[in-house]
């Protein structure tokens, strides 16, 4: 056979590598341009989007028109939202007969034994914000395109190996709540579009800092829910953009742990 040729079966051998050696070279450069294109498509997405993709990646469209009731420690926690209208409540029990307070987009009631009673007006505030706040948390990053929300996108970086936008968040004082002074940062994953990571500055009761790190993720009937670990800087106010190194290096003390238990996801009756 012409093989058995040394000079042909070289030749035949050079050319064999050749071919191989193109064929990486412009998988290399395929790969490389495929990199590029990502980044390059990174680049363009500004906080806006990915906020709205991260909505959806949670399940922003069910939870548009569910009911979905858990438990937090010693309360009890039921959210019915029918795309715009919401009505938020917590109970001292799980059937929501005892001590129910109820926050609407109008108004807030308190009731017992499903008796409306009177409720201070310098309770109000106080009360419609503690409800609110464990709802919104419950299912961030839904809510943040809401129109009192100043998002903007700062960086990236990377945490445990993996790339994350970093997009910041404020309120304006229309719409923004008791709270709208407070801040926050959202680590949100680049491929996946998951919030992993939290943090923000409040300014009640002396104000202070908290890291939030996403775990227990699990998808129920369409939404993504998590717990958190809730960490503590040293420093009361460090710039919300250097917690994630802080968290990297260890210098976060965990203070408590973010659970909702018994989660339940029902859909609507139109």
Known sequence: MWLNNPRTRNKFIAATLKSIKMKYRILYILSALFIFSCKEESKKLDADTIIQKAISQVGGKTIDTSTITFKFRDKYYRAKRNNGLYRLERSTNAAFKDTLDQLTNSDFKRFINEKEVPVADSLISSLSG??????????????????????????????????????????????????????????????????????????????GTRFREAYNIREIEGIRFVDYRNFKPNEQFPPLESLDSLFANGELDLLSKIELQDVTVSENQK
């Open 130 to 207: 503690s409800v609110n706040s464990v709802h919104y948390f419950s299912v961030l990053p839904y809510g943040l395109d809401a129109e009192a929300v100043n998002a903007k996108k700062v960086g990236e970086t990377t945490i445990n190996g993996k790339t994350y936008y970093e997009i910041q968040v404020t309120f304006s004082q229309e719409g923004g709540g008791e709270d709208f002074e407070d801040e926050y940062m959202y680590w949100i994953n680049t491929k996946h579009f998951t919030v992993d990571f939290l943090a923000y500055n409040y300014h009640v009761n002396e104000g």
